[in-house]
């Protein structure tokens, strides 16, 4: 099974390479940035030991769609993608943290919730609620982007108090945060499902301008629950199935891993690696309606880099 677990592209211009948990980040003297998605698979900020075929390439090319389908109500860096692993866009700085939105109450949330507390990232949450229940209303619930190791919890009152981001560029965060969120609930809507929670990335242009970065509406960043089963499967307190990452954390949890020092990674066998890159295809299929065709992976590296640089030339 040949996965993209690593880059290494030799590309004029080249200023400086950042490798993150599932992405390489390569920054170009002409104020581009090539984002590579690797089929790496990352859960509980570990990066697992194998990779997953297509996954970089499912990931790429939704975002991708999600960016086109948001690019009407908020801007983004995004100008082409070269390559079905590969996005290019404008560089741009990013703000150290992450905005993510919570319709329901699933994952990190429900594991708070469950711990006894009600309050998460200074939100009050309702009491008397049950897993995967619905918000009355989505709520914002930050993140900040850690180098290495777990992001962690804070407050928009911690953000704007620390200036970490400005109160004003804070509040147009939140209001793009809202309309993406909506705009995403009713593409999945469209397909069938329900949009749980996500996280978005944004940044500043050289220029001042706010746009959206990164991944949108993937299975790396977002929580999806199937639209016809959902309120049954609340209504027996059973588990929703997702298309998400959290069926992998799951597996992880009963395989007594959660990222924690002296855990060992479990082994996934050949098996369980098909079965992840099934659940993911399943997804690029179900979030955006159309077929998932299968890029050659003969000569992955070679390809995406005559393909990178096939673009630059041009450009």
Known sequence: MNTLMHTDLQLEGLESKYVGKVRDVYR?????LVMVASDRLSAFDVVMPRGIPYKGQILNQIATQMLNATSDIVPNWLV????????????CQPFPVEMVIRGYLSGHAARVYKSGLRTLCG???????????????????PATKAEEGHDEDISKEEIIAQNIISEDDYLQLEKYTHLLFERGTAL????????????????????????????????DSSRYFYEAAYAECQARQEPQKQLSKEFVRQW????????????????????????????????FEKITGTGFIKADLTNLHERIQTNVQEFLSKH
Do not use: C, W
């Not at 746009?211 to 949108?216: A, K, Q, R, S």
């Not at 098996?271 to 993911?280: A, C, G, N, Q, V």
């Open 188 to 219: 999945a809507q469209a397909q069938g499902l329900i949009l749980v929670d996500t996280k978005y990335e944004f940044g500043k242009t050289a220029a001042g301008k706010i746009v959206l970065i990164d991944e949108v509406h993937t299975p």
């Open 80 to 91: 082409a993608t070269p390559d079905p692993n590969v996005s290019v866009g404008e560089a």
């Open 28 to 32: 170009l003297k002409n104020n581009l």
């Open 252 to 283: 992880l949890i009963a395989n007594d891993f959660q990222g924690l020092e002296g855990q060992k990674v479990p082994e996934m066998n050949d098996e369980k690696i098909l079965s992840i890159s099934e659940r993911y295809i399943e997804l």
């Open 123 to 141: 939100v009050t949450m309702p009491e008397g609620m049950i897993e995967n229940d619905k918000f009355p209303s989505p709520i914002i619930t």
